[in-house]
């Protein structure tokens, strides 16, 4: 069965009701999207969405073009995290997504982040029946703070705040001339349970390291972060979401 919306046309894959398993706690029950392998979902001009067997790709790969975004071998998470520039947490699931990895060729009107958004997100609609959108919300959170006065004791102002980088060393992972909002976006990475936002105030930029195990537990890192002098609350606020949701 096809069906035809925007311009583009889409097979329309079968609805199996389970329960979801990505969807953040609260959501509503989902339906996941049984995908076949190799069957092509858009067959307008240009369209290309494509579900692959594992291992059948050697390369992964997204990258804008003038006039196409092109994914190979990614899951649709991490193609709508990218697109969407949001860490996993900000990510409302609302509808599971199709598992597995993807082949996809999207036309774009230009190489913007909008343009990509946009093209993306009638692509989900059409292939998918799922629909995106960025709202602000309000939303489980930590919150990274610091209210006394100077600098906390695990925390060094850089000296060279041109030399910023990151690392993993035989001390552990290595912030140099870090920010505190990047140390916000490393947790937030990592953790993948809810959003990190920075309440600090602390606007300089700042040579520190948090240990190895960090990389392999990631529930260690409010305590590692604490152990830097900074407070890590749990909290609410309202951030921006991108809701995923059946049409």
């Known amino acids: ?9 889409c097979a329309v894959v079968m609805l199996v009701p389970r329960d979801s398993k990505r969807a953040k706690v609260g959501a509503p029950r989902a339906q996941a999207l049984q995908v076949p392998i190799g069957v092509e979902l858009c067959r307008s001009p240009g369209f290309s969405i494509k579900r692959i067997a594992v291992g059948e790709s050697a390369t992964r790969m997204m990258k804008y073009g003038e006039k196409q975004f092109t994914v190979e071998a990614y899951d649709l998470l991490v193609v709508l995290a990218r697109t969407y520039r949001v860490y996993s947490a900000r990510l409302d699931l609302r509808a599971d997504l199709p598992e597995g990895d993807y082949d996809m060729t999207i036309p774009v009107d230009s190489m913007s982040e909008a343009a990509g958004q946009a093209a993306l997100s009638m692509a989900m609609r059409e292939a998918f029946g799922l ?4 709202r602000d919300q309000p939303t489980d959170v930590w919150l990274l703070t610091w209210s006394k006065p100077g600098v906390p004791a695990g925390l060094t102002p850089a000296a060279d705040t041109a030399k910023r980088h990151q690392s993993t060393t035989a001390k552990g992972y290595e912030f140099q001339a870090s920010t505190i909002d990047e140390l916000a976006d490393f947790m937030e990475d990592h953790m993948d349970d809810r959003p990190v936002v920075n309440e600090t105030h602390l606007p300089k930029k700042y040579d520190f390291s948090l240990p190895a195990h960090v990389l392999f537990d990631p529930a260690t890192l409010p305590e590692e972060v604490r152990n830097l002098g900074l407070e890590v609350l749990p909290g609410r606020r309202t951030t921006k979401m991108l809701v995923v949701e059946r049409e």
Do not use: D, N
């Not at 069965?1 to 046309?9: D, N, Q, R």
């Open 1 to 9: 069965m096809l069906v035809a919306a925007f311009g583009v046309v």
């Open 131 to 134: 629909k995106l959108y960025l």
